[in-house]
Nanobody, 114 residues
Framework: VQLQASGGGLVQAGGSLRLSCTAS????????VGWYRQAPGKQRELVAS???????NYADSVKGRFTISRDIAKNTVYLQMNSLKPEDTAVYYC?????????WGQGTQVTVSS
């Protein structure tokens, strides 16, 4: 499984970005898909996840601002990020859990200026 992430960039505080992550195969058999982020000097943390069972989970710091969604026809997972803050600055990685293995995209930089 290969994951291709895109959509990062530079945005002012209060702005929005939408990240995309396209998988090399359809989502059948995926246990979960999600987005993580890693800021300089910090550990990678879960931002949002979406399980095949339909449940979503968000980090407390992004609840109400970020939304994860899937387009099954396009094998793509999105992360809509609104009301961005400087503390959201990080490299964002998409992740997929498939057959018990974790797969990672290459990361996309999000920089929020104050």
């Amino acid at each position: 499984v290969q994951l291709q992430a895109s959509g990062g960039g530079l945005v002012q505080a209060g702005g929005s970005l939408r990240l995309s992550c396209t998988a090399s195969r359809n989502f059948f058999g995926f246990s979960a898909v999600g987005w993580y982020r890693q800021a300089p000097g910090k550990q990678r943390e879960l931002v949002a996840s979406d399980t095949t069972g339909g449940s979503t989970n968000y980090a407390d710091s992004v609840k109400g601002r970020f939304t994860i969604s899937r387009d099954i026809a396009k094998n793509t997972v999105y992360l809509q990020m609104n009301s961005l803050k400087p503390e959201d600055t990080a490299v964002y990685y998409c992740n997929a859990l498939f057959n018990g293995y974790d797969y990672w995209g290459q990361g996309t930089q999000v920089t929020v200026s104050s």
